[in-house]
């Protein structure tokens, strides 16, 4: 059975940093593309930061390039994403995805390409 779990969310001021953290399970980590997505409320869920675990390309949103960091230690099946100069706009509940689908290039943003979802981790940023 696929799970993943995601840690590290919490609350901190504008400025600061956070690390995240996504365990797999259940499934052969480096044949999938790992993602993380949010969702603000009233908002849609939107990719953040997704990475293929077999050649290493990596995706970033616009919103969040040269702020956030995406990394993948396979040995123990976990993907972080290390955020920084975290922003008021960055406050969501944050998730982490599984896409079973080896795709060409970079990986897919797209929330509907994901299989296996993760519960979520709140992410509040204070100014």
């Known amino acids: 059975e696929v799970h993943l779990v995601e840690s590290g969310g919490g609350s901190v001021q504008a400025g600061g940093s956070l690390t995240l953290s996504c365990v797999a399970s259940g499934f052969p980590f480096d044949d999938y593309a790992i993602g993380w997505f949010r969702q603000a409320p009233g908002k849609e869920r939107e990719a953040v930061s997704c990475?293929?675990?077999?050649?290493?390309?990596?995706y970033y949103a616009p919103s969040v390039k040269g702020r956030f960091t995406i990394s993948s230690d396979d040995a123990k099946n976990t993907v972080y994403l290390q955020m920084n100069d975290l922003k008021s706009e960055d406050t969501a509940v944050y998730y982490c995805?599984?896409?079973?689908?080896?795709?060409?290039?970079?990986?897919?943003?797209?929330?509907?390409?994901?299989?296996?979802w993760g519960q979520g981790t709140q992410v509040t940023v204070s100014s």
């Open positions: 990475i293929s675990s077999w050649d290493g390309n990596i």
């Open positions: 995805a599984a896409d079973e689908t080896r795709r060409v290039g970079v990986p897919s943003g797209l929330p509907v390409d994901y299989d296996y």
